[in-house]
T-cell receptor, first 115, second 116 residues
């Protein structure tokens, strides 16, 4: 079984400040981990993914995430927030090389960027 | 043009009506999925299909049915819509190859359904 917990349903930062969105996972096998972003009135767009190669993963729009097995975490960061980063962010887990291909999503974190 | 399209984008209907949501993709992927999104609940899987002859229930399939008309088309039906099916519905696709490529899903723009 696999699950994802996103800590904080709403995060608010000032423009130029650090963005930190938290994700903890549970998986019985080595996982693949994903961050998706959903802009208003749009579908989900893949931001980045961890696939058991480098533990620090760089994605689009300056975001990155670090896989920490000991902490079962995959937190998303960006050094300097931009107004255009305002969106909802979803962390998701799949069972890596296992036969369970399904993605399990967290409940999402809404990021607000204040001018 | 978008790789994954959904029609309609918005729909308002009444309790008891039959509704069909359609999804088409040009990515050439074998696997397709239907999710619903509710505020504060994230995305929940309704049905998924590995190919035209392989359709499976997800975690919340009650009240829904699907049809995989072709590799590129996957429709979701609400046989008798009820108000608690008001939600945002997403279609997604993924490739059949192994590993992270297989598990990476690509989403359509969504259909906002309101059941009165």
């Amino acid at each position: 079984a696999q699950s994802v917990t996103q800590l904080g349903s709403h995060v608010s930062v000032s423009e130029g400040a650090l963005v930190l969105l938290r994700c903890n996972y549970s998986s019985s096998v080595p996982p693949y981990l994903f961050w998706y972003v959903q802009y208003p009135n749009q579908g989900l767009q893949l931001l980045l993914k961890y696939t058991s190669a480098a533990t620090l993963v760089k994605g689009i729009n300056g975001f990155e995430a670090e896989f920490k097995k000991s902490e079962t975490s995959f937190h998303l960061t960006k050094p300097s927030a931009h107004m255009s980063d305002a969106a909802e962010y979803f962390c998701a887990v799949s069972a890596g090389g296992g036969s369970n291909y399904k993605l399990t999503f967290g409940k999402g974190t809404l990021l607000t960027v204040n001018p | 043009d978008a790789d994954v399209t959904q029609t309609p984008r918005n729909r308002i209907t009444k309790t008891g009506k039959r509704i069909m949501l359609e999804c088409s993709q040009t990515k050439g992927h074998d696997r397709m999925y239907w999710y619903r999104q509710d505020p504060g609940l994230g995305l929940r899987l309704i049905y998924y299909s590995f190919d035209v002859k392989d359709i499976n229930k997800g975690e919340i399939s009650d009240g829904y049915s699907v049809s995989r008309q072709a590799q590129a088309k996957f429709s979701l039906s609400l046989e008798s819509a009820i108000p608690n099916q008001t939600a945002l519905y997403f279609c997604a696709t993924s490739d059949r190859t192994s590993g992270a490529v297989r598990d990476t899903q690509y989403f359509g723009p969504g259909t906002r359904l309101t059941v009165l």
